[in-house]
């Protein structure tokens, strides 16, 4: 979540390129946060506001470390203001990680008998093809699925 913005934010250059993205999926996941959940599953209404955020972060990190599109001072300004999760972005590059969905689901306390989430499982080591993880609803973030 972002912090709470004070008028002394200065904004790096570039800012005006991506802020109208950024807006666009805070709103919806201030949507997603508003909805009233009816008749779903505590866990399931949560996996919105996974998706939306895994989005955001994807956002920022596409930009810099692939796209090389933002320069590292707009970087580091959008992680220190909330915009993109530097922990998850962090598993990102490394090998194994780079399509993880979030972080609860490699939380080996999380999951009662394997030590990560079922998602994590590459597809053709898995019983069932179709699956979706109870944590955010992740369909399956194995490098190379
Ligand atoms: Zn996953
Ligand atoms: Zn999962």
């Known amino acids: 979540m972002p912090k709470v913005k004070t008028n002394r934010v200065k904004y790096p250059e570039g800012w005006e390129l991506i802020e109208p993205t950024l807006r666009e999926l805070q709103a919806k996941m201030r949507e997603a946060e508003n909805d009233p959940h009816d008749g779903q599953r505590k866990c399931e209404a949560l996996w919105p506001i996974f998706k ?43 090998p194994g990680y780079e399509r993880l969905c979030c972080l609860r689901c490699i939380q080996p306390r999380d999951h009662n008998f394997q030590t990560t989430c079922v998602c994590r499982v590459p597809k053709h080591l898995r019983e069932e093809k179709v699956i979706e993880c109870v944590h955010c609803g992740c369909g399956g973030c194995a490098s190379g699925d």
């Open 52 to 94: 939306i955020a895994h989005q955001q972060s994807r956002y920022v990190f596409d930009l810099y470390h692939r796209r090389h599109e933002i320069s590292r001072e707009l970087y580091e300004f959008c992680l220190d203001q909330g915009y993109a999760d530097r922990n998850l972005i962090a598993k990102w590059k490394k």
